[in-house]
Antibody, heavy 118, light 107 residues
Framework: EVQLVESGGGFVLPGESLRLACVAS????????MSWVRQAPGKGLEWVST????????YYADSVKGRFTISRDNSKNTLYLQMNSLRAEDTAVYYC???????????WGQGTLVTVSS | EIVLTQSPATVSLSPGERATLSCRAS??????LAWYQQKAGHPPRLLIY???SRATGIPARFSGTGSGTEFTLTISSLEPEDSAIYYC?????????FGQGTKLEIK
């Protein structure tokens, strides 16, 4: 059974940093691209970032480009999201997702809440 | 950036009825289009990938059609548990984008 468990969320001030982690199990982590998707309170889904297996090809939403960095440690089956210069509009539940066929996210974690407020 | 527009924003139907949800792309995405179901307090669940392929464990009453810029998710005979928000997502071009969602209410 695929399991994705996020951690690292919390309450931070604007301008501060946070690193999210997602530990994966139940599948061959080194065979799949991985993504982060977020959802602001009461709002829709927003794709944030995707990394390929090689940890070199990475893609970002314009809203986070230059502030967020996605990475993965294939030896630890762990996906990361380093978030710098956080803003109030980054407040959201952040989901880790496994990419499957045709790039669709076929497995999701339960999410971790990030709150950015002064 | 490819914009996905979903319609209607909200739809209210009775059990046993047929639901037709639309997703329109601002430019072609070929068939790199997925549909998700999200219930309150839960993460999204993949229903359809590659525009028309059902994900593992998804009931046959869910089906997807379309290619290019016009896509449809059909639920052939609604069950009470189908009450949720449905999102489409394109993975044809970076950045990937989601539609704004359609809220399906079961009367």
């Amino acid at each position: 059974e695929v399991q994705l468990v996020e951690s690292g969320g919390g309450f931070v001030l604007p301008g501060e940093s946070l690193r999210l982690a997602c530990v994966a199990s139940g599948f061959s982590f080194t065979s799949y691209s991985m993504s982060w998707v977020r959802q602001a309170p009461g709002k829709g889904l927003e794709w944030v970032s995707t990394t390929r297996v090689n940890n070199i090809d990475k893609y970002y939403a314009d809203s986070v480009k230059g502030r967020f960095t996605i990475s993965r440690d294939n030896s630890k089956n762990t996906l990361y999201l380093q978030m710098n210069s956080l803003r109030a509009e980054d407040t959201a539940v952040y989901y880790c997702a496994k990419d499957g066929r045709a790039g669709a996210c076929d497995s999701w974690g339960q999410g971790t809440l990030v709150t950015v407020s002064s | 950036e490819i914009v996905l527009t979903q319609s209607p924003a909200t739809v209210s139907l009775s059990p046993g009825e047929r639901a037709t949800l639309s997703c329109r792309a601002s430019q072609t995405v070929s068939t790199f289009l997925a549909w998700y179901q999200q219930k309150a307090g839960h993460p999204p669940r993949l229903l359809i990938y590659d525009a028309s392929s059902r994900a593992t464990g998804i009931p046959a009453r869910f089906s997807g059609t379309g290619s290019g810029t016009e896509f449809t998710l059909t639920i052939s005979s609604l069950e009470p548990e189908d009450s949720a928000i449905y999102y489409c997502q394109q993975r044809s071009m970076w950045p990937s984008t989601f539609g704004q969602g359609t809220k399906l209410e079961i009367k």
